[in-house]
């Protein structure tokens, strides 16, 4: 069992910089792959980046591609996403999802078994 955490959400202006953190608990932390995800009012949860095991691989949505940054440090069990040049449309609740394979670095959301509570994240024009 995994249980994870978010934070670092807030309201930023357009154009700003947020960095989300998502601390994980359990030892196996390491060999997990780890995903974003958000959902906007209104909208479905959608995929924002992923991380393989290692962090050697990484995959982006095409609306984040170039502004967001996923990372993680696993000796401190925690992923990132650092968003950068952030837009209005970019507001939403945003989620960090764990797999039980670390060589997942996909945008399904069936892959994932463990999920946090969120973190909102709000954008003013």
């Known amino acids: 069992q995994v249980q994870l955490v978010e934070s670092g959400g807030g309201l930023v202006q357009a154009g700003g910089s947020l960095r989300l953190s998502c601390a994980a608990s359990?030892?196996?932390?390491?060999?997990?792959?780890m995903g974003w995800f958000r959902q906007a009012p209104g909208k479905e949860r959608e995929f924002v980046a992923a991380i393989s095991w290692s962090g050697g691989n990484t995959y982006y949505a095409a609306s984040v591609a170039g502004r967001f940054t996923i990372s993680r440090d696993n000796a401190k069990n925690t992923v990132y996403l650092q968003m950068n040049s952030l837009k209005p449309e970019d507001t939403a609740v945003y989620y960090c999802?764990?797999?039980?394979?670390?060589?997942?670095?996909?945008?399904?959301?069936?892959?994932?078994?463990?999920w946090g509570q969120g973190t909102q994240v709000t954008v003013s024009s």
């Open positions: 359990g030892r196996t932390f390491s060999s997990y792959g």
């Open positions: 999802a764990a797999t039980v394979d670390g060589t997942v670095v996909a945008g399904t959301e069936y892959l994932y078994a463990y």
